[in-house]
């Protein structure tokens, strides 16, 4: 069995609990979710009829964020492993593993559920949003506004 000082249990604990964080840290993508920048922006509204709706999956994030704290936490573990080069090598292995498996649990983490409306707009233009499914519940002949500020759209009620 390896054991783990007090010093690395603290580490390993404040890592794991910043890499669970990341979940809480991904913005909201929904029809009703703003960016503390789009306060106070004009934005143009158009009005149409939902003609479609497809459940996506979004990808979650990919930051370092993941990767450095598994890759941290890896190191960690295996540096209690053996003694003299094999700790040096198991250190390296299990900082490696720990990056790779920190990205991964990062993307997993963050990956939401979203929503694709496709909307017929009153000018006869169809388009597809796709944002985050925020409970909207979109149906086809549904009447909706599609707001644009020239970098976001969004459907909403």
């Known amino acids: ?9 603290a580490a390993l604990l404040a890592v794991a609990v910043l890499t669970l964080g990341l979940g809480g840290c991904a913005s909201g993508l929904g029809g009703g979710t703003y960016e503390r920048a789009e306060a106070r922006r004009a934005m143009t509204v158009q009005y149409g009829s939902v003609e479609a709706v497809r459940y996506v999956r979004l990808e979650g994030t990919r930051s370092p964020v993941g990767p450095v704290a598994g890759a941290a936490v890896g190191g960690i573990a295996g ?3 053996g003694g003299g080069r094999g700790q040096g090598i198991a250190t390296v292995i299990g900082a490696v ?16 559920r979203g929503v694709e409306v496709t909307v017929r707009l009153e000018n006869s233009q169809v388009l597809a949003v796709v944002q985050e499914d925020g409970g909207e519940g979109f149906r086809p002949g549904e009447r909706v506004r599609v707001l644009r500020d020239g970098a976001t759209t969004r459907v909403s009620r």
Not at 1 to 9: D, E, P
Not at 98 to 106: N, R, V
């Open 1 to 9: 069995m390896v054991r783990i000082s007090g010093i690395r249990r």
């Open 79 to 81: 540096s209690g492993v």
């Open 97 to 112: 593993a720990g990056g790779m498996a920190g990205a991964a649990i990062e993307e997993g983490v963050t990956r939401s």
